[in-house]
């Protein structure tokens, strides 16, 4: 503790002291607040100071305010309120995205038409979190761009901190990048190996800290919201993960030392859709067939759509109407089976991390007789450095990092410019030992069926594309962040986009510049 730091407490204290069961303990109380607030005190030396000294009369709520955000907190501290928000606005340009064959994002074309999205509200979302009985903990939080939806909503019973209780929708225990959240990722995106995670999803969880350094999380949960909700066979989806911090077990506060594992078994349901087989007009003998897509890819930095995807297919039927186009039944489905393991690790000293995932999974689609599988590896390593000193070990928090704090908040009298991150992450996907009979796989693929630049219905094909990002982060304050990134992708085989029927429309690398304006609180 330094001097400063010693004298605030010996303040603090004398003044509490003085006051006893007077009126004055609500000033000395709110002195208290101010050193917490002004960061010369944790809010655990404040708690240690003014336990026993809170007024018992008062009743008027305590506004507090850090970071930006602004809490109500009943008189008693036992109930909170705290208003939360994001909002992410993105720049795209990819080097597709141009003259040509794939120019401008065809509208014929729905992967394609992905590129055209030069500026992007990637999101806005408003919300509240807080407690209340002291020992429940809450978070609400809606998105707003289109049509308005919940993003999470859960309960904690967070009594304990070795044993804690989470209902609703929330995070599910899979993925170290899918935990940390968006505000404080590295990178504009995540990567290709948090596509093939389960995200948000209405569950029931339990979770805590058993001792310094651990952390573990299980969960029983729902693929789909609000339909098709009942996995195939009655079975639930489940997730779980561990994690030891080597750095946090030893008493070292400089570095982060971090492994975890994690596991994931997923049932659910999906949708088939009707398409002709044939590019004219429909008949009395025209084949429609029924697809669902099990999963998907799409490149770094949410640019090409599809550079895979794997499809079952669902009934068969037949238009009886002349040439009148006549859809299957919609209740026509498909189920999937998703099991995976999932490896991760952080190494950070001071201002250096490396941090990395591995996934191994695979994917089962049926209907009926008709399956599709196949087996998918995804993974990344991705390097941070601050230049201006801040240490990764202050913001890892309970197995994730968390918010950044700059050293010296942006400030142009003061000539201090925040904190400003450099860094770099190489990433990939792999499909492989994939099973067709009744169903398909597009996108970029070792072979391709006959007069096909993008799919074949037979056993044996794989795909994968590799992606190298630089990118920089500067944030400002704890509220406002830029980011700048570019990104190539190298596909491992030349296709043509799903709709574009054309053997010239290949392309087999995407170069993409992306900016960021992030603002939070």
């Given at each position: 503790m330094n001097f400063n730091k010693k004298l605030a407490v010996a303040v603090s204290g004398a003044v509490l002291l003085m006051a006893g069961q007077f009126a004055l303990a609500d000033s000395a109380t709110d002195i208290v607040d101010a050193l917490v607030s002004k960061g010369i005190l944790t809010e655990e030396e404040g708690k240690l100071i003014t336990?026993?000294?809170?007024?018992?009369?008062?009743?008027?709520?305590?506004?507090?305010?850090?970071?930006?955000?602004?809490?109500?907190?009943?008189?008693?501290?036992?109930?909170?309120?705290?208003?939360?928000?994001?909002?992410?606005?993105?720049?795209?340009?990819?080097?597709?995205?141009?003259?040509?064959?794939?120019?401008?994002g065809r509208t014929d074309d729905r992967d394609t038409a992905s590129l055209a999205d030069q500026f992007e509200l990637r999101?806005?979302?408003?919300?509240?979190?807080?407690?209340?009985?002291?020992?429940?903990?809450?978070?609400?939080?809606?998105?707003?761009?289109?049509?308005?939806?919940?993003d999470i909503a859960y309960l904690d019973f967070a009594k304990y901190e070795q044993v804690q209780l989470r209902v609703g929708k929330f995070k599910q225990p899979f993925g170290?990048?899918?935990?940390?959240?968006?505000?404080?990722?590295?990178?504009?995106?995540?990567?290709?190996?948090?596509?093939?995670?389960?995200?948000?999803?209405?569950?029931?969880q339990m979770m805590g800290a058993p001792t310094k350094g651990v952390t573990y999380a299980g969960s029983v949960f729902q693929n789909n919201d609000a339909e098709l909700n009942i996995g195939p066979d009655g079975k639930s989806s489940l997730a779980g993960r561990a994690?030891?911090?080597?750095?946090?077990?030893?008493?070292?506060?400089?570095?982060?030392?971090?492994?975890?594992?994690?596991?994931?078994?997923n049932n659910y349901s999906i949708g088939t859709s009707s398409s002709s087989q044939t590019s004219t007009s429909y008949t009395s003998t025209s084949s429609v067939t029924q697809r669902g897509s099990i999963s998907s890819f799409r490149s770094a930095g949410r640019g090409l759509s599809n550079i895979f995807r794997g499809q079952v297919n669902g009934e068969s039927c037949n238009a009886t109407l002349g040439n009148t186009y006549v859809s299957c039944a919609s209740e026509y489905g498909a189920s999937v089976k998703q099991r995976a393991f999932g490896l991760e690790g952080i190494f950070a000293t001071g201002p250096f991390k490396l941090m990395g995932e591995y996934s191994k999974g695979d994917y089962r689609g049926s209907?009926?007789?008709?399956?599709?599988?196949?087996?998918?590896?995804t993974y990344y390593l991705e390097a941070g450095y601050f230049i201006t000193?801040?240490?990764?070990?202050?913001?890892?928090?309970?197995?994730?990092?968390?918010?950044?704090?700059?050293?010296?908040?942006?400030?142009?009298?003061?000539?201090?410019?925040g904190a400003i991150e450099l860094a770099f992450r190489a990433e990939g996907f792999d499909v492989d030992d994939?099973?067709?009979?009744?169903?398909?796989?597009?996108?970029?693929?070792?072979?391709?069926?006959?007069?096909?630049?993008?799919?074949?219905?037979?056993?044996?094909?794989?795909?994968?594309?590799?992606?190298?990002?630089?990118?920089?982060?500067?944030?400002?304050?704890?509220?406002?962040?830029?980011?700048?990134?570019?990104?190539?992708?190298?596909?491992?085989h030349a296709y043509g986009p799903l709709d574009v029927v054309s053997a010239t429309a290949v392309v087999d690398k995407e170069k993409l510049l992306m900016f960021r304006t992030q603002y939070m609180f």
């Open positions: 336990k026993g000294h809170t007024s018992k009369t008062s009743v008027t709520p305590v506004v507090k305010e850090k970071d930006g955000a602004f809490t109500l907190e009943s008189a008693s501290g036992r109930n909170s309120i705290q208003l939360t928000g994001r909002m992410h606005l993105d720049y795209r340009d990819s080097s597709i995205d141009g003259s040509g064959d794939l120019g401008g999101r806005a979302r408003l919300g509240v979190k807080g407690k209340f009985a002291n020992d429940f903990k809450y978070e609400i939080v809606g998105n707003l761009p289109g049509t308005a939806t919940i170290l990048e899918q935990l940390i959240s968006s505000n404080n990722i590295t990178m504009m995106e995540r990567s290709y190996l948090d596509q093939t995670v389960p995200g948000k999803k209405l569950g029931f994690t030891l911090n080597f750095a946090e077990i030893m008493g070292n506060k400089e570095m982060v030392m971090h492994l975890g594992v994690a596991g994931l078994e209907q009926g007789a008709n399956t599709v599988s196949y087996d998918t590896k000193g801040e240490k990764y070990a202050d913001s890892y928090k309970g197995g994730v990092f968390s918010g950044f704090k700059p050293k010296n908040e942006f400030d142009l009298d003061k000539g201090n410019l994939a099973r067709v009979s009744g169903g398909r796989l597009q996108g970029n693929l070792s072979s391709y069926a006959s007069g096909k630049v993008n799919e074949i219905s037979t056993s044996g094909a794989t795909s994968g594309a590799k992606t190298y990002t630089a990118g920089i982060r500067w944030i400002l304050n704890p509220n406002l962040v830029l980011k700048g990134n570019y990104a190539v992708t190298n596909l491992d």
